[in-house]
């Protein structure tokens, strides 16, 4: 059974940790990859060629410069609603399952209420009265995509804080703050990883699907937003692919290596066991 899960997560690590570090090169990098400038116009309508590996589009932009562009907003939506949203739902998660009582049920009852708000819709109608931006799109994302992460990491803490290495730490006279971020947060950093990368890819989907319905920042590429140039300008309806598919791959790609990724960490978390997985750190 070990020897499964360890060749499960080698087979799930390898292939997400070459995806993600593949797109995470592309997109630092994408100012030297990117063999023309934004702003450069061709002979619109163009084949994928020699010159333009991607084509052109109908105003004459190069699709692949617009692909290594647009993958710098996409993955930064993603990554920073993930650290922010994630890290939300941590603080949450660790104080409503440390300190129980009052503040779970207060902390809980505010997870819930946020857990039923329409998230998109939400965002659609901020639209309406906001000038549309990645920094509003990060913003909400953020302030609605933890719940999940603050419900995990409050029932992993509920478990922690009756071991005997917190019970000690307590009588020790160390303060809850020390415990909180010295004792049990190290022991479900195996358990925020995974939340973080489903989270990461959540926040990409969303992005694509705002951007393909018109609500991303104009001003900025993203792989969302070439989507919805193709839709509006007709290369869908005349079978232009190259406008679509390939940040259509590009988003799939990356959002399987957040899945591949995520499945390496739970596997390590389920072969590694309850009883390896939580030990003291040293004080």
Same mark, same amino acid.
């Given at each position: 059974m070990k020897d499964l899960i360890f060749q499960r997560k080698k087979y799930f690590t390898r292939i997400g940790g070459f995806l993600f570090i593949l797109f995470l090169l592309i997109a630092i990098f994408s100012h030297f990859i990117a063999p023309f400038q934004l702003r450069d116009r061709f002979d619109p309508f163009l084949p994928p060629g020699l010159k333009h590996l991607l084509g052109t589009n109908d105003i004459g932009n190069d699709l692949f410069t617009e692909f290594i562009y647009g993958s710098r907003t996409t993955l930064l939506v993603g990554l920073l609603t993930g650290a922010f949203a994630v890290s939300i739902g941590v603080l949450v998660g660790l104080f409503a399952g440390y300190h129980g009582g009052v503040i779970d049920e207060l902390l809980m009852g505010i997870t819930d209420v946020v857990l039923m708000i329409p998230r998109i819709p939400l965002i659609i109608v901020l639209s309406a009265f906001l000038r549309p931006s990645v920094g509003l799109m990060i913003l909400v994302m953020s302030v609605l995509w933890w719940t999940s992460t603050a419900r995990v990491i409050r029932s992993r803490t509920m478990q922690i804080r009756t071991m005997g290495f917190v019970e000690s730490a307590r009588c020790l006279g160390f303060s809850n703050w020390h415990i909180l971020f010295y004792e049990i947060l190290p022991?479900?950093?195996?358990?925020i990883i995974p939340e973080f990368l489903i989270t990461v890819a959540s926040a990409m989907? &969303?992005?694509? &699907? +705002? &951007? !393909?319905?018109? +609500?991303?920042?104009?001003?900025?590429? &993203?792989?969302? *937003?070439?989507?919805?140039?193709? !839709?509006?300008?007709? =290369?869908?309806?005349? =079978?232009? /692919? /190259? /406008?679509?598919?390939?940040? =259509?791959?590009?988003?799939?790609? !990356?959002?399987?290596? *957040?899945? !591949?990724?995520?499945f390496a960490f739970e596997e390590t978390e389920i072969g590694m066991g309850e009883e390896v997985a939580i030990v003291p750190f040293n004080r």
């Amino acid at each position: 059974m070990k020897d499964l899960i360890f060749q499960r997560k080698k087979y799930f690590t390898r292939i997400g940790g070459f995806l993600f570090i593949l797109f995470l090169l592309i997109a630092i990098f994408s100012h030297f990859i990117a063999p023309f400038q934004l702003r450069d116009r061709f002979d619109p309508f163009l084949p994928p060629g020699l010159k333009h590996l991607l084509g052109t589009n109908d105003i004459g932009n190069d699709l692949f410069t617009e692909f290594i562009y647009g993958s710098r907003t996409t993955l930064l939506v993603g990554l920073l609603t993930g650290a922010f949203a994630v890290s939300i739902g941590v603080l949450v998660g660790l104080f409503a399952g440390y300190h129980g009582g009052v503040i779970d049920e207060l902390l809980m009852g505010i997870t819930d209420v946020v857990l039923m708000i329409p998230r998109i819709p939400l965002i659609i109608v901020l639209s309406a009265f906001l000038r549309p931006s990645v920094g509003l799109m990060i913003l909400v994302m953020s302030v609605l995509w933890w719940t999940s992460t603050a419900r995990v990491i409050r029932s992993r803490t509920m478990q922690i804080r009756t071991m005997g290495f917190v019970e000690s730490a307590r009588c020790l006279g160390f303060s809850n703050w020390h415990i909180l971020f010295y004792e049990i947060l190290p022991n479900i950093v195996m358990i925020i990883i995974p939340e973080f990368l489903i989270t990461v890819a959540s926040a990409m989907i &969303s992005e694509a &699907s +705002l &951007s !393909f319905l018109g +609500l991303g920042d104009p001003t900025l590429k &993203s792989w969302g *937003m070439m989507i919805h140039h193709a !839709f509006q300008r007709g =290369g869908f309806l005349n =079978g232009m /692919w /190259w /406008w679509y598919i390939p940040p =259509g791959m590009g988003i799939t790609l !990356f959002v399987l290596s *957040m899945v !591949f990724l995520s499945f390496a960490f739970e596997e390590t978390e389920i072969g590694m066991g309850e009883e390896v997985a939580i030990v003291p750190f040293n004080r």
